[in-house]
């Protein structure tokens, strides 16, 4: 029952004005915080990762949360309130019967419902899911196959989707199996005819006697579905991997949706990624700096020699070519790697190695950038 349902803003901890943007990051979060994989075995995680995806189908969706925003859970379920909800117009007097006075006049010149049972009954594709995966740097950069848990609509294996735990299904008597009853209207003084969806099998023009105790008569059921996916070699964080047909069941022999798996990288300890190229800093001492030394240099690749020419200062940045990340579309093509090395100052050294330094000192000359310093200090002062 609806009433047992929280509501979707409170779900995703949203105000009910929030926009398309807030919304999208609540979701991540929630589905980061209560994703089966993180919660093994953890139940109660698993229903609220369920809810969550639940809420976000709806409120990610314009035309689903204006319906949501106006009826409610029935707006989005006609299994709610008596199949009223989004197909079934106003519940009181007034108009009722008419979606709103567009269709009253559509109705006064002879016009059709907009929606009727024809359309109802009509080959429907099913929708999109939405889950998260976090990779590592190095699974992100050259591609790798994970199972991701989604919660997506199924056929309901006890009825095979048809809603009867017998298997028997008439046709409603009422609308004659069309989904749609003409009725009469009196409005100022006029008669007028208008089609409406049946009450009676909620537009689906069949009448489940015996409804399936596993999906109560829906025919469809929520589930956690886990399917491996392919990610593609360079892939970011924020993209999306569609994997086709693997979404919500289609409803009268309509396709499936998709899934798209949003892309969460983890922190790596050295490396930084900027587009295609992968960013780190090496540190080297004040003697490689001074003389120029064979260093190794960490790369996706392992490490690689690199000679550092002498007089190197600190914040110099170096590249090697083509060992950055690949090209999703064409992963021959790599961008680059790019280190900068950061000179560590020698501490706690002992008394020798200060007389050493000293004398190291005494013996050279001051740089010209050093000159230059003090010589436009003098002559600020001045």
């Given at each position: 029952?609806?009433?047992?349902?929280?509501?979707?803003?409170e779900v995703l901890g949203v105000e009910k004005g929030a926009d398309a943007d807030t919304i999208k990051r609540a979701y991540r979060k929630a589905a980061m915080k209560y994703h089966p994989d993180r919660n093994?075995?953890?139940?109660?995680?698993?229903?609220?990762?369920?809810?969550?995806?639940?809420?976000?189908?709806?409120?990610?969706?314009?035309?689903?949360?204006?319906?949501?925003?106006?009826?409610?859970?029935?707006?989005?379920?006609?299994?709610?309130?008596?199949?009223?909800?989004?197909?079934?117009?106003?519940?009181?007097?007034?108009?009722?019967?008419?979606?709103?006075?567009?269709?009253?006049?559509?109705?006064?010149?002879?016009?059709?419902?907009?929606?009727?049972?024809?359309?109802?009954?009509?080959?429907?594709?099913?929708?999109?899911?939405?889950?998260?995966?976090?990779?590592?740097?190095?699974?992100?950069?050259?591609?790798?196959?994970?199972?991701?848990?989604?919660?997506?609509?199924?056929?309901?294996?006890?009825?095979?989707?048809?809603?009867?735990?017998?298997?028997?299904?008439?046709?409603?008597?009422?609308?004659?199996?069309?989904?749609?009853?003409?009725?009469?209207?009196?409005?100022?003084?006029?008669?007028?005819?208008?089609?409406?969806?049946?009450?009676?099998?909620?537009?689906?023009?069949?009448?489940?006697?015996?409804?399936?105790?596993?999906?109560?008569?829906?025919?469809?059921?929520?589930?956690?579905?886990?399917?491996?996916?392919?990610?593609?070699?360079?892939?970011?964080?924020?993209?999306?991997?569609?994997?086709?047909?693997?979404?919500?069941?289609?409803?009268?022999?309509?396709?499936?949706?998709?899934?798209?798996?949003?892309?969460?990288?983890?922190?790596?300890?050295?490396?930084?990624?900027?587009?295609?190229?992968?960013?780190?800093?090496?540190?080297?001492?004040?003697?490689?700096?001074?003389?120029?030394?064979?260093?190794?240099?960490?790369?996706?690749?392992?490490?690689?020699?690199?000679?550092?020419?002498?007089?190197?200062?600190?914040?110099?940045?170096?590249?090697?070519?083509?060992?950055?990340?690949?090209?999703?579309?064409?992963?021959?093509?790599?961008?680059?790697?790019?280190?900068?090395?950061?000179?560590?100052?020698?501490?706690?050294?002992?008394?020798?190695?200060?007389?050493?330094?000293?004398?190291?000192?005494?013996?050279?000359?001051?740089?010209?950038?050093?000159?230059?310093?003090?010589?436009?200090?003098?002559?600020?002062?001045?």
């Amino acid at each position: 029952m609806a009433e047992n349902k929280r509501d979707y803003y409170e779900v995703l901890g949203v105000e009910k004005g929030a926009d398309a943007d807030t919304i999208k990051r609540a979701y991540r979060k929630a589905a980061m915080k209560y994703h089966p994989d993180r919660n093994p075995g953890d139940k109660d995680a698993e229903a609220k990762f369920k809810e969550v995806g639940e809420a976000y189908e709806v409120l990610s969706d314009a035309d689903k949360r204006a319906r949501y925003d106006q009826f409610g859970f029935a707006g989005v379920d006609p299994n709610y309130g008596g199949g009223a909800g989004y197909g079934g117009g106003f519940g009181g007097g007034g108009f009722g019967g008419f979606g709103d006075f567009g269709d009253i006049f559509s109705e006064f010149f002879g016009g059709g419902s907009r929606s009727g049972g024809a359309a109802r009954n009509a080959p429907r594709r099913g929708e999109n899911v939405m889950a998260s995966l976090e990779l590592t740097f190095e699974e992100a950069a050259f591609g790798c196959e994970k199972e991701v848990a989604s919660q997506r609509i199924e056929n309901c294996s006890a009825c095979n989707g048809t809603g009867s735990a017998d298997g028997v299904i008439e046709t409603c008597s009422q609308c004659g199996g069309s989904g749609q009853v003409r009725t009469t209207q009196n409005f100022m003084g006029m008669q007028m005819q208008s089609t409406t969806v049946c009450p009676r099998c909620s537009g689906r023009g069949k009448i489940t006697k015996n409804p399936c105790t596993t999906c109560k008569g829906k025919g469809k059921v929520r589930r956690t579905h886990k399917v491996n996916v392919k990610i593609p070699a360079g892939v970011d964080a924020g993209q999306s991997v569609r994997v086709r047909g693997e979404g919500c069941v289609g409803s009268n022999g309509g396709p499936n949706g998709d899934l798209l798996v949003e892309i969460y990288i983890k922190r790596h300890p050295i490396f930084t990624r900027e587009d295609r190229d992968v960013l780190c800093e090496v540190p080297i001492s004040f003697t490689q700096a001074a003389l120029g030394a064979q260093i190794q240099v960490p790369t996706l690749d392992g490490k690689v020699s690199f000679e550092i020419p002498e007089g190197t200062q600190t914040g110099k940045e170096f590249i090697l070519r083509d060992k950055g990340i690949p090209e999703v579309n064409n992963p021959r093509r790599r961008g680059n790697h790019r280190f900068t090395v950061v000179v560590e100052t020698p501490t706690h050294l002992t008394k020798e190695q200060k007389d050493l330094l000293r004398q190291l000192d005494g013996s050279m000359e001051s740089t010209p950038k050093i000159r230059k310093f003090f010589d436009n200090l003098k002559d600020f002062f001045d």
